[in-house]
């Protein structure tokens, strides 16, 4: 049976001397004499004696802990994200907590205090598809836990956060469809509630009225994100009376339910599709997406986390300037479908 760890006070029981006393021993503290230093930190040595960190680091204010709440871990792009988020904590000697919603609201409201019970320094957060309030993370400010949101952020301004220029990736995404011939493009969008779906249709907009088209909401259908949910977008435009040549998918999972439906139905043929967050695995499918923008999950990553520890260890002004960074966008365009 493994015994229980020595503390200080039993340290203190046997020299009869107090705790505090003990304590500055073993930090070298001046009001405690050269003999008696050393008679404490040879007893420490040898009932094996080692600091309790925690309780250090809750004395100081801190727990060089941040905490991480994601949709998915398994989400290729939010691994990335990850790394990067690792990367720079371990610089700085933090330690990174992760947890995710399964992109549900409740399960975020639920996380959200039980990072603030575990008293992270700061929390890092990309919101759930069905976020639309935001008063988990308005609460932390009386206990001076900075947020940082990334990729998914909400509708505002005043908050901290790192996006992709998703409304200028979106217009280079559609002028490529209209370069290529496509004059009806669909869209198949994100749930509402997210502001990255707002942008993507923001973006889809200016590039239909710049290049003097007319704009067909019809044409613009929101989903909430699943294969059933693509399918449903997906058979929408296949009834569609301007029924689309190219569609414009939320992202590359989205679109890789789109192929499925649409090989399934042998009308792969028909449609050229355009995605975001550009999977590595797309490039080896047969029918892939024909082209995908890159949103640079790690350079997102590493810049939400390096605005973070900066808010921790930054004393906050009482007019406090938030850091909005937008991370820009490329189109990766793929091979020609045969």
Same mark, same amino acid.
């Given at each position: 049976?493994?015994?229980?760890? #020595? #503390? &200080? ?6 020299? *009869? ?22 008679? &404490? ?13 925690? %309780?250090? /680091? ?11 709440? /994601? ?14 988020? !690792?990367?720079? %904590?371990?610089?700085?000697?933090? #330690? ?9 609201? !409740?399960? =975020?409201?639920?996380?959200? !205090?039980?990072? +603030? ?22 609460? $932390? *400010? ?15 301004? *005043? ?6 220029? $998703? =409304?200028?990736? #979106? ?24 502001? %990255? ?16 088209? +007319? ?9 909430? /994100? ?8 997906? !058979?929408?435009? /296949?009834?569609? +009376? ?14 890789? @339910?789109?192929? +499925? ?9 028909? @449609? ?8 590595? &695995? &797309? ?50 365009? *793929?091979?020609?479908? =045969?």
């Amino acid at each position: 049976m493994q015994s229980k760890p #020595t #503390t &200080i006070k039993e340290i203190a029981r046997i020299l *009869n001397i107090s705790p505090s006393s003990v304590s500055r021993g073993l930090h070298d503290h001046p009001s405690i004499g050269a003999v008696t230093r050393e008679k &404490i930190k040879q007893l420490a040595k040898s009932l094996n004696y080692e600091p309790n960190n925690a %309780a250090i /680091l809750f004395q100081k204010g801190k727990t060089y802990t941040i905490g991480v709440i /994601l949709p998915e871990l398994s989400e290729h792009f939010f691994s990335i994200a990850i790394s990067a988020i !690792e990367d720079e %904590a371990i610089k700085k000697n933090y #330690t990174v907590i992760f947890a995710q919603s399964h992109d549900n609201y !409740e399960q =975020e409201v639920k996380l959200v !205090e039980k990072m +603030k019970n575990q008293r992270v320094d700061g929390l890092l957060v990309s919101i759930s598809k069905d976020t639309s309030k935001f008063d988990h993370f308005e609460k $932390l *400010n009386s206990f001076n836990i900075p947020v940082v949101f990334f990729d998914r952020i909400p509708p505002f301004k *005043n908050v901290h956060y790192v996006a992709c220029s $998703l =409304e200028s990736a #979106t217009i280079k995404a559609v002028n490529y469809l209209l370069k290529k011939g496509h004059r009806s493009i669909g869209m198949i969008n994100g749930p509402s509630t997210l502001y %990255a779906s707002e942008e993507r249709k923001d973006g889809y907009m200016q590039a239909i009225t710049f290049n003097r088209l +007319k704009f067909d909401p019809t044409l613009v259908v929101n989903c909430d /994100l699943t294969e059933e949910g693509t399918i449903e977008a997906a !058979e929408q435009f /296949l009834n569609h +009376k301007r029924k689309p040549t190219a569609i414009v998918a939320f992202n590359d999972y989205v679109a890789l @339910f789109l192929i +499925k439906y649409f090989k399934k139905l042998n009308v792969i043929n028909d @449609f050229d599709v355009v995605s975001y967050a550009n999977l590595p &695995i &797309i490039s080896y499918l047969d029918n892939s997406p024909v082209a995908s923008v890159e949103q640079y999950p790690y350079l997102q990553g590493q810049k939400a986390a390096n605005i973070l520890l900066d808010l921790i260890h930054s004393p906050v002004p009482e007019n406090q300037a938030y850091y909005n960074t937008i991370v820009e966008s490329d189109l990766i365009i *793929n091979e020609v479908k =045969e």
